[in-house]
């Protein structure tokens, strides 16, 4: 995959929108797309947790934005650690109510790590926080009521973690957050489900377009288009993934390239339709298929495809591609796969493993 480009829109992409009840219209293409700031703010209790003892706890907040702060931890993907800072008022600028930037090492090599951040965020306190390693190139997350969560697998080396706060106006008060870095195995939190598909790819249509739905083009601003054809819609899987249960989502990608006029960087593109159930507030995905071509993964809301809150992380060609992410429940989303423009040999057969868990936040 091009992992460089996916994580680089999650970064930049414009705040989460909450899809709610709302049914996706049966023609996706005549949505309108919610303009920058346009979304629904967090809205867990800031009193349904005590704060959590931590390895580290930040002490240079006024200054951590431009200078990262080193923490001092080690993590060698055996043991848990930990780190504990706050979103302060007062530094708001240019819509950023906060940045705090700290640095970390790891030891070993290929170290998986499952990255999580939970927040005590006030309803109306702050529009979205995110967080990533890096530039992003290494994860990235975004917050879904009271955490976010996303998947790594890092070598040796040292690194910056990064954690912003965005919002209209400033925050009204000091809103404290606690970042986790959790041993990882994605390959058994969400094992390839072999068994028969819950749903096949079967609204393609003869030109294998009628599910392309949205169009990706990271030279663009928005990365993220709607098709411009009013036939296409996401295939309606009509699939509920429910906290303990897996699903399968079948198809392939065509060696068929509908390129649109401002320029796109897949050959094919499938999107199909889900939504979580009501005690879902996590995701774990897999998308696996046959041969060697460069496929993506990526998870839109279902009414705020100007944004992504999930793309694959992991780098291997043929196999396992993995996105491990916060939802709302009882939420519309949508899942996309396509394959990069050159890739070969295609056409190419794929299926999508979907986990559905329940994370309760300390």
Avoid at 53 to 62: G, P, S, T, V
Avoid at 121 to 127: E, K, P, T
Wanted: proline share 7%.
């Amino acid at each position: 995959m091009r992992l460089a480009s996916l994580v680089l829109a999650l970064v930049t992409a414009l705040p989460v929108a909450a899809c709610g009840d709302r049914s996706a219209p049966s023609s996706p293409d005549a949505m309108r797309l919610p303009p920058d700031g346009n979304i629904a703010p967090p809205d867990a209790s800031a009193d349904a947790r005590p704060a959590p003892a931590c390895d580290f706890a930040e002490a240079a907040d006024a200054t951590n934005a431009a200078t990262a702060e080193a923490t001092g931890l080690t993590i060698d993907g055996t043991v848990a650690k930990s780190l504990c800072g706050t979103i302060g008022p007062g530094q708001f600028a240019d819509g950023v109510v906060d940045t705090d930037n700290y640095t970390f090492t790891v030891t070993g090599a290929g170290v998986d790590l499952l990255v999580r951040l939970d927040s005590t965020v006030a309803a109306g306190d702050l529009a979205k926080i995110k967080f990533g390693i890096g530039d992003g190139q290494k994860g990235v997350g975004v917050i879904q009521l009271d955490h976010g969560s996303f998947s790594t697998n890092l070598p040796a080396g040292t690194y910056t973690l990064y954690v912003t706060a965005t919002n209209g106006a400033d925050a009204v008060a000091a809103i404290p957050y606690t970042v986790k870095f959790l041993p990882d195995a994605p390959a058994t939190r969400c094992p390839r489900i072999t068994a028969a598909a819950s749903y096949t790819e079967a609204h393609d249509g003869a030109s294998s377009a009628d599910n392309d739905v949205v169009y990706i083009d990271y030279e663009q601003t928005p990365i993220f288009t709607l098709t411009p054809a009013t036939t296409d819609a996401p295939e309606p899987t009509g699939l509920a993934i429910a906290p303990a249960t897996s699903v399968r989502i079948a198809g392939a990608i065509a060696d068929v390239d509908v390129a649109p006029p401002n320029g796109d960087v897949y050959t094919d593109r499938d999107t199909f339709a889900f939504e979580t159930g009501p005690a879902t507030n996590e995701l774990e995905v897999r998308l696996d298929w046959a041969g060697t071509a460069d496929m993506d993964v990526l998870v839109f809301n279902a009414d705020s495809v100007a944004t992504t809150i999930g793309a694959g992380t992991e780098e291997r060609e043929g196999q396992g591609e993995f996105i491990t992410l916060a939802v709302k429940p009882s939420t519309k989303y949508w899942i996309w796969t396509g394959a990069y423009d050159g890739s070969t040999p295609l056409p190419a057969a794929y299926d999508l493993s979907i986990c559905g868990k329940t994370y309760a936040a300390n």
